[in-house]
T-cell receptor, first 118, second 113 residues
Framework: GAVVSQHPSRVICKSGTSVKIECRSL??????MFWYRQFPKQSLMLMATSNEGSKATYEQGVEKDKFLINHASLTLSTLTVTSAHPEDSSFYIC??????????????FGPGTRLTVL | LAKTTQPISMDSYEGQEVNITCSHN???????ITWYQQFPSQGPRFIIQGYKTKVTNEVASLFIPADRKSSTLSLPRVSLSDTAVYYCLVDPMFSGGYNKLIFGAGTRLAVHP
């Protein structure tokens, strides 16, 4: 099946610094990727939809200047948490759909990135 | 996007069949029903998807009544490794890959020895 990777798997940073998380579709092209955030014992919350070659679409309540998304190619989307603070500590997960997949409604998820802001 | 309602948690024992029911009263004509499984500190994993009646794969079965206002995920003979959170989602038919998934609270299944 299609594989989505994320890098890094975990990151610890100091408050005020910026952190970049990469999401790659390894064996398929993804016009659209999605970014989720998940706090402990809670469900996934959709943050934004990342569109290749255009601006991301953010969900209500998500600050676009805080969470910068770049989708420069059909296999790579990046999420940058700018000026991170402890409340940004969370599990960040990306996903993508395979445009050519026969199971075209299946969304493939990355393994997630654990961000801890000190 | 249709809202889904599932039990918050369920308990079972190894070897038993587990049925998790999800209600989606406002499902639209072009919505699929999709179930995902998530282990701690991992991304969700696709389990099964259906539109109506019954779908079966190597891991689970999905039962959808005629009115499609609910669905039941059936896990045969669960093992300890099936302990996870299970999410039921409704998803519009493929529209070029742009349709987003909104997750509900999910069902936390605990399988005991």
């Amino acid at each position: 099946g299609a594989v989505v990777s994320q890098h890094p798997s975990r990151v610890i940073c100091k408050s005020g610094t910026s952190v970049k998380i990469e999401c790659r579709s390894l064996d398929f092209q993804a016009t659209t990727m999605f970014w989720y955030r998940q706090f402990p014992k809670q469900s996934l919350m959709l943050m934004a939809t990342s569109n290749e070659g255009s601006k991301a679409t953010y969900e209500q309540g998500v600050e676009k200047d805080k969470f910068l998304i770049n989708h420069a190619s059909l296999t790579l989307s990046t999420l940058t948490v700018t000026s991170a603070h402890p409340e940004d500590s969370s599990f960040y997960i990306c996903s993508a759909r395979d445009r050519s997949s026969g199971r075209s409604n299946e969304q493939f998820f990355g393994p997630g990135t654990r961000l801890t802001v000190l | 996007l249709a809202k889904t309602t599932q039990p918050i948690s369920m308990d079972s024992y190894e070897g038993q069949e587990v049925n998790i029911t999800c209600s989606h009263n406002n499902i639209a004509t072009n919505d699929y029903i999709t179930w995902y499984q998530q282990f701690p500190s991992q991304g969700p994993r696709f389990i099964i998807q259906g539109y109506k009646t019954k779908v079966t794969n190597e891991v689970a079965s999905l039962f959808i009544p005629a009115d499609r206002k609910s669905s039941t995920l059936s896990l045969p003979r669960v093992s300890l490794s099936d302990t996870a959170v299970y999410y039921c989602l409704v998803d519009p038919m493929f529209s070029g890959g742009y349709n987003k998934l909104i997750f509900g609270a999910g069902t936390r299944l605990a399988v005991h020895p």
